[in-house]
T-cell receptor, first 112, second 110 residues
Framework: DSGVTQTPKHLITATGQRVTLRCSPR?????VYWYQQSLDQGLQFLIQ???????AKGNILERFSAQQFPDLHSELNLSSLELGDSALYFC???????????FGQGTRLTVV | GQSLEQPSEVTAVEGAIVQINCTYQ??????LSWYQQHDGGAPTFLSY??LDGLEETGRFSSFLSRSDSYGYLLLQELQMKDSASYFC???????????WGAGTKLIIKP
C-alpha cells in the first residue's frame, strides 16, 4: 500500500457526462500528479500541483481540469466525456517536487 | 517531440537474467526512472539514475549512459512474480515531471 488513496476505483458513465476523480496523497506529501493510462499504453502526464498551486501541465485536454485543496487532496474533473477518455487514471504524490512519486491504485473510467 | 523506445515484450525463463533496454529523446533530462506495473495495478518505483553508471538494488540493477541517451534494467534470478510490465520514464524537469515509455511486458516461463 503506497498510502495514496484514489476514489472511486471504477466508474462507468455515458458520453457527454462529467465525472470527478478524487485523490488523497500520502500524509505530508505536498505534490500531486495526475496521469492517464490507456489500454496497453504508457502513462501520459496530465498535470501537477504543489501545495495547492499548479506547477506543471502535460497533455491535458481543455475538457479536463484539476485542483488541489488546502487539505492537499486533489480532484480531476473530466467533462463532455468521449469514448476515447476510457482509461486508467492514476494519482501520485511526493513529499516535494524533487523526490520520488508514489502511485495510487487508480480509477478505471469506462465511457459507454 | 519527446519519445522513449523500449521493446514491447520480452520472454525469459525462471532463474535466468533479462535486460530491458530504453532509449530516449527528450528536450530535457534530469534522470531515468524504472517502474514495475502488474496487470491493473499501480506503478511501483524500482530505480532512478541521474548519473552514468550502474545502480544495483538486490536482484535489480539499472544502467544509464547519458551520452548515448540509453539505459537498461537488468533483472537477475528471475522469479514468476517478476512477470509484469516495466516502464522507463525520463524526468524532464525539476518538478519530477516524467515522460513515459510504452512499457515492456516481461513474460517468464517456468
Amino acid at each position: 500500500d503506497s498510502g495514496v488513496t484514489q476514489t472511486p476505483k471504477h466508474l462507468i458513465t455515458a458520453t457527454g457526462q462529467r465525472v470527478t476523480l478524487r485523490c488523497s496523497p500520502r500524509s505530508g506529501d505536498l505534490s500531486v500528479y495526475w496521469y492517464q493510462q490507456s489500454l496497453d499504453q504508457g502513462l501520459q502526464f496530465l498535470i501537477q500541483y504543489y501545495n495547492g498551486e499548479e506547477r506543471a501541465k502535460g497533455n491535458i485536454l481543455e475538457r479536463f481540469s484539476a485542483q488541489q485543496f488546502p487539505d492537499l487532496h486533489s480532484e480531476l474533473n473530466l467533462s463532455s466525456l468521449e469514448l476515447g477518455d476510457s482509461a486508467l487514471y492514476f494519482c501520485a504524490s511526493s513529499a516535494s517536487q524533487n523526490t520520488e512519486a508514489f502511485f495510487g491504485q487508480g480509477t478505471r473510467l469506462t465511457v459507454v | 517531440g519527446q519519445s522513449l523506445e523500449q521493446p514491447s515484450e520480452v520472454t525469459a525463463v525462471e532463474g535466468a537474467i533479462v535486460q530491458i533496454n530504453c532509449t530516449y529523446q527528450t528536450s530535457g533530462f534530469y534522470g531515468l526512472s524504472w517502474y514495475q506495473q502488474h496487470d491493473g495495478g499501480a506503478p511501483t518505483f524500482l530505480s532512478y539514475n541521474a548519473l552514468d553508471g550502474l545502480e544495483e538494488t538486490g536482484r535489480f540493477s539499472s544502467f544509464l549512459s547519458r551520452s548515448d541517451s540509453y539505459g537498461y534494467l537488468l533483472l537477475q534470478e528471475l522469479q514468476m512474480k517478476d512477470s509484469a510490465s516495466y516502464f522507463c520514464a525520463v524526468r524532464v524537469g525539476s518538478n519530477y515531471q516524467l515522460i513515459w515509455g510504452a512499457g515492456t511486458k516481461l513474460i517468464i516461463k517456468p
